[in-house]
C-alpha cells in the first residue's frame, strides 16, 4: 500500500488523505454508533478532564446507570493499554457519556453544551474524529486520516458532497489549532490538489 505524502502547516505534520478524501457523518445511517464502538473511550487531555468534571453535575441525570456505577468506580477517565487518557467506558466499549435517544446514540456532554447549559462540549478528539491526533513530543503534532468501517455510510455522504475531510471539520480544526493555521491548511490543500493534477 502506498504511504500517502505528509504535509507541513505551521509544524502540524497532515497526512495528505485529509485532504484528498472525502467526509460527512451521516447520522440518519450510522445512529452515531462511534459512541458506543471501540475497544477503548476517546483521547483526552488533562484540561480536557476538568472540563468533564465540572460538566458532569449538569448529565448526570442523563447517563445510564452502568455508565455512572463505572464513573463512581474510575472517575471520567482512565490509562487505555497504550498509556493514554481516555474516556471511561461501560461493557469494554460504549463512552459513559453516551445516551440514547431513540435508536440514535448521543453524547450527553454535546448535547448539554449546545442547549446552553454548560461550557465544555466534548473531547477535541471526537470532535476531530476521522482525524487522529499524535504527539510526538517536543512539541511535534502529526494529523492522520482513520478509516473506521463503522463511518463507511459517511465516506459515501463525503463523496457524494464532494466535501473533503478538512472542510467537513472546519469548526473542530479551527478550534484546536486556530483561525490563521486552518487558512494556511486550505492554502496548502490548494496548492497540493494544483501539484496532483
Given at each position: 500500500?502506498?504511504i500517502?505524502?505528509?504535509l507541513?502547516?505551521?509544524g502540524?505534520?497532515?497526512?495528505?488523505?485529509?485532504i484528498?478524501e472525502?467526509?460527512?457523518?451521516?447520522?440518519?445511517?450510522?445512529?452515531?454508533i462511534?459512541?458506543v464502538?471501540?475497544?477503548?473511550?476517546?483521547?483526552?487531555?488533562?484540561?480536557?478532564i476538568?472540563?468533564?468534571?465540572?460538566?458532569l453535575?449538569?448529565?448526570?441525570s442523563?447517563?445510564?446507570?452502568?455508565?455512572?456505577s463505572?464513573?463512581?468506580?474510575?472517575?471520567v477517565?482512565?490509562t487505555?493499554?497504550?498509556?493514554?487518557?481516555?474516556t471511561?467506558i461501560v461493557?469494554g466499549?460504549?463512552?459513559?457519556?453516551?445516551?440514547y435517544?431513540?435508536?440514535?446514540?448521543?453524547?450527553?456532554l454535546?448535547r448539554?453544551?449546545?442547549?446552553?447549559?454548560?461550557h465544555?462540549?466534548?473531547?477535541?478528539?471526537?470532535?476531530?474524529?476521522?482525524?487522529r491526533?499524535?504527539?510526538f513530543?517536543n512539541?511535534?503534532?502529526?494529523l492522520?486520516y482513520?478509516?473506521?468501517?463503522?463511518?463507511?455510510?459517511?465516506?459515501?455522504?463525503?463523496?457524494?458532497l464532494?466535501?473533503?475531510?478538512?472542510?467537513?471539520?472546519?469548526?473542530?480544526?479551527?478550534?484546536?489549532?486556530?483561525?490563521?493555521?486552518?487558512?494556511?491548511?486550505?492554502?496548502?490543500?490548494?496548492?497540493?490538489d494544483?501539484?496532483?493534477?
Amino acid at each position: 500500500m502506498k504511504i500517502p505524502p505528509i504535509l507541513d502547516v505551521s509544524g502540524v505534520l497532515i497526512s495528505s488523505e485529509i485532504i484528498t478524501e472525502c467526509f460527512c457523518c451521516d447520522y440518519e445511517k450510522c445512529k452515531g454508533i462511534c459512541c458506543v464502538e471501540g475497544d477503548a473511550g476517546a483521547p483526552v487531555t488533562m484540561d480536557e478532564i476538568a472540563g468533564i468534571e465540572e460538566a458532569l453535575d449538569t448529565v448526570w441525570s442523563d447517563l445510564s446507570a452502568s455508565a455512572q456505577s463505572v464513573i463512581d468506580k474510575q472517575g471520567v477517565a482512565y490509562t487505555d493499554k497504550d498509556g493514554e487518557l481516555v474516556t471511561s467506558i461501560v461493557r469494554g466499549k460504549d463512552c459513559v457519556f453516551t445516551c440514547y435517544d431513540g435508536d440514535n446514540c448521543l453524547c450527553a456532554l454535546e448535547r448539554a453544551y449546545r442547549n446552553g447549559k454548560t461550557h465544555f462540549c466534548k473531547p477535541i478528539s471526537c470532535s476531530l474524529y476521522p482525524i487522529r491526533e499524535k504527539n510526538f513530543g517536543n512539541g511535534l503534532i502529526g494529523l492522520n486520516y482513520n478509516r473506521w468501517d463503522v463511518c463507511k455510510d459517511a465516506v459515501e455522504k463525503g463523496k457524494t458532497l464532494g466535501l473533503p475531510v478538512y472542510k467537513f471539520l472546519k469548526e473542530p480544526l479551527i478550534r484546536r489549532f486556530g483561525e490563521a493555521w486552518y487558512e494556511e491548511l486550505c492554502e496548502v490543500a490548494n496548492l497540493f490538489d494544483t501539484q496532483k493534477d
